[in-house]
């Protein structure tokens, strides 16, 4: 044994009586500043992303919290911040810009100055603190490039809901802004008719359209900057990556510390007053109650390093690969925390830490309120991959704003689901408003004598099941799910596919069952790539995982159901009342490839429209298959003998290769691909990854990366037990703790090839 395994055997042996020292984890250090805000770092708390970095001397930062949705659907960002410290004191090669993980916060220094920004856990709150070595001056600037009504071009209605649709007048309207003294206020009140009017019209929902919920209709986001010792200066204007602005100036004579603090909150939050700020002394009317600065980034940073004590995953061996596989895997882990009291999800095209977008795209000179897919609209594939990994990192609080969002959504879903086919349940689609409609330019155009609920879209048409995916995720352990009120959301969408298949077959046919008692799903939809499917088996895999696990079903008290309706819902053998619901599933379709059995897309579909690989998705999101499941051979010659699967297996974006090689036990495969999968990213921080299909920041590369990680780690059978490092190369030393499906809190290593249990 070699000194250096030796130690690291000796530090695993004093885990296992220690139960695990704190962890912290390693700074995120620049010792030169940025060129543009590419190299941004992201910093966050709460809701809140901030991209900051240094330019030419000053510091920029941008910040954006998880719920400013315009009239659009536009995610829009709060605005951009300067400062200016005259002397230029970050020139210098002292220069040092640090992220610190375990106290979440972001330090600049440099030529005797240094700042802090940070971001309450508990308030929608940016702080930042300068203080400087000698009295100078300085300026503190607000640029808007909102300060006027901006015309939202045909390619730049990406960024909405509208996409291709776009109105002749489509506009993102100025923003309110006023400034007096050391005190900035901004805000953006949407008018009452939005993209919501024009979808629900659009889709033929105007009967219903009262008893809808809106969520953006007259929706008023607010911002307030309080800077004392600075006055306000006036306006300038100018120009940063291809977008003018127009800056609000705060300017100091003297400055040697000053405490700025920035309030960002929508209409439905309450504003408070008379609030004291430790080191700033009163600064009047402010937006949260009696808090102290020292306070605030104490609580923050506790918060922050007893998130870095969920779990974890270290590593002595000296492979570059494989660190910054393990380092990506935590910046992104980073991410995903700032918004953790977020009322909306963190997007997959992005999340809160988007930058200027002709650094993506040099064709794209758009706003920084441009990305790609939309601000409100969330691809339901590209999401579920940012939030499956937070089971097993212990995240359940992280998860929440997902979950609540289709909780927020399930009402519509169950509405349009009546007033199109007259039966219950809840369908989601996968290209979804924030309301719980389909995206209208993803709906398409219809016809007379078509299915007004089925989007006329070659990609998206009977596509339904990705909401399985979050039901599931919603009924394991962590907050109680009777306290998270989430039987209601898995019950409504199990009930949408037993009572449409049977509803859709008697239109068909003369018959609701197959000859043996089964649902027929037929048309289906294998993900967006097996089109006009019978029998898909993703959705096959979903409908029995997620049935299973409301087995025993709970009491209509506890699921949250008071109606009769609802209540003749639970009594559906498809949700596995008295051991009903697998007869009432048809059977995964196999299939012979060269002589092996295969998992099948399906048992026929028209055509293939996509590259995804849904006939592996009963590994994965559903388990059915995998590493100490039955079928393990079945599910691997589907990996390596189907010809699809071997012609779209791909790192790129949201490709799930990485997962499916971890949860099938092929370490060399799992590897090659996570090692991949969790590479640098081609920005200046390294978890910034390159749009893949999407935009950049790419989440759903990070999240999938995450999730194949995780599962080379630990996987759990059928009964909630631990299988330990099923996809591991024995000659990577390795340490982690990490959660599985049932709960378990699970601490590991392997030394020298050797598996040390240390507790679960």
């Known amino acids: 044994m070699t000194i250096r395994s030796s130690c690291f055997f000796f530090f695993c042996l004093f885990l296992l009586v220690a139960h695990a020292a704190d962890y912290m984890p390693k700074d995120v250090v620049w010792t030169s500043q940025s060129r543009n805000s590419s190299e941004s770092m992201p910093c966050g708390g709460h809701d809140i992303g901030l991209n900051v970095w240094v330019e030419g001397g000053d510091v920029l930062f941008y910040a954006q919290q998880s719920g400013w949705f315009d009239e659009n659907n536009t995610l829009l960002k709060a605005g951009r911040w300067r400062l200016h410290l005259d002397g230029q004191p970050f020139d210098g090669q002292d220069f040092e810009q640090r992220l610190c993980l375990d106290e979440g916060c972001i330090y600049i220094r440099g030529g005797g100055a240094k700042v802090r920004l940070w971001v309450d856990v508990e308030q929608p709150v940016v702080f930042i603190t300068v203080i400087q070595q000698h009295t100078q001056q300085a300026v503190l600037s607000y640029e808007s490039w909102r300060y006027r009504d901006r015309p939202v071009t045909k390619a730049e209605c990406q960024q909405c809901s509208y996409k291709w649709l776009v109105p002749k007048d489509c506009v993102t309207f100025a923003d309110s802004i006023t400034a007096e003294d050391n005190h900035l206020v901004f805000s953006h009140k949407n008018r009452e008719e939005t993209v919501f009017d024009f979808t629900v019209a659009y889709e033929h929902l105007d009967a219903i359209k009262d008893s809808l919920y809106n969520p953006i209709g007259g929706l008023e986001m607010k911002g307030e900057m309080w800077a004392p010792g ?296 294998g993900c967006e790539t097996y089109k006009m499917a019978y029998n898909p088996s993703s959705t096959i895999a979903g409908l029995r995982a997620v049935s299973e696990s409301l087995t025993p079903a709970p009491s209509p008290k506890e699921r949250g159901i008071v109606s009769s309706s609802a209540d003749k819902t639970i009594n559906s053998p498809l949700l596995g009342r008295g051991g009903g619901g697998e007869a009432f599933l048809p059977d995964i379709p196999l299939r012979v490839i060269n002589g092996d059995t295969c998992i099948a897309p399906a048992v026929a579909w028209a055509r293939i429209q996509n590259t995804e690989t849904p006939q592996l998705y009963p590994v994965f999101p559903w388990r059915l298959y995998g590493v100490g499941r039955p079928g393990l051979d079945i599910a691997r010659n589907t990996y390596w003998k189907d010809p699809h699967a071997i012609a779209m297996r791909s790192t790129k974006g949201w490709k799930q290769d990485n997962i499916w090689a971890a949860c099938l036990g092929l370490t060399d495969e799992a590897r090659r691909l996570n090692l991949e999968k969790l590479s640098d990213g081609p920005y200046r921080f390294t978890a910034f990854w390159q749009p893949g299909f999407d935009w950049a920041p790419d989440h759903n590369r990070g999240g999938a990366g995450m999730i194949g990680l995780q599962e080379m780690l630990l996987q759990d059978t059928p009964d909630g037990q631990p299988i330990l490092f099923p996809a591991w190369p024995r000659e990577w030393n390795c340490h982690f703790r990490l959660y599985t499906l049932s709960g378990k809190q699970v601490e590991a290593s392997v030394v020298n090839g050797e598996i040390i249990k240390t507790n679960y």
Not at 276 to 281: E, I, L, R, S
Not at 381 to 396: A, E, F, M
């Open 230 to 525: 600075f006055h306000y200066a006036g306006t300038t204007k100018g120009e940063y990556a291809g977008t003018d602005y127009q800056a609000w100036n705060y300017s100091c004579d003297d400055l040697r510390s000053s405490c700025i603090i920035i309030d960002l909150r929508y209409l439905r939050h309450q504003l408070y007053e008379d609030t004291v700020v430790d080191g700033c002394g009163t600064v009047g009317p402010y937006a949260f109650p009696n808090l102290k600065v020292s306070d605030s980034y104490k609580r923050s940073a506790r918060w922050w390093h007893q998130y870095w004590q969920r779990s974890w995953i270290v590593s002595d061996t000296p492979n570059d690969s494989l660190q910054a596989m393990l380092r990506n895997y935590e910046l992104m882990r980073y991410m995903l925390g700032c918004n953790a009291k977020g009322e909306w999800p963190t997007k997959f095209n992005g999340g809160l830490f988007t930058f200027d977008p002709v650094y993506v795209d040099t064709t794209m000179a758009f706003t920084p309120d441009y990305r790609k897919w939309g601000g409100g609209t969330m691809t339901a594939q590209n999401q579920r991959l940012v939030y499956w990994p937070l089971l097993k990192s212990g995240d359940y609080d992280v998860l929440q704003p997902q979950l609540n969002t289709y909780l927020r959504m399930l009402p519509n879903a169950m509405a349009r689901t009546r007033h199109y086919w007259g039966h219950g349940g809840a369908s989601f689609t996968e290209q979804i408003e924030n309301f719980g409609l389909p995206n209208p330019a993803e709906y398409g155009k219809h016809k007379e004598g078509d299915d007004l609920g089925v989007e006329r879209n070659a990609w998206l048409e009977y596509e339904w099941d990705t909401a399985l995916e979050f039901a599931m995720m919603s009924l394991t352990p962590g907050p109680s799910p009777k306290e998270r009120g989430v039987y209601s959301l898995a019950n409504e969408i199990l009930r949408f596919f037993d009572e449409h298949y049977q509803w859709q077959a008697k239109r068909l046919g003369s018959k609701a069952l197959d000859e043996n008692g089964h649902l027929i799903i037929y048309p289906g939809s």
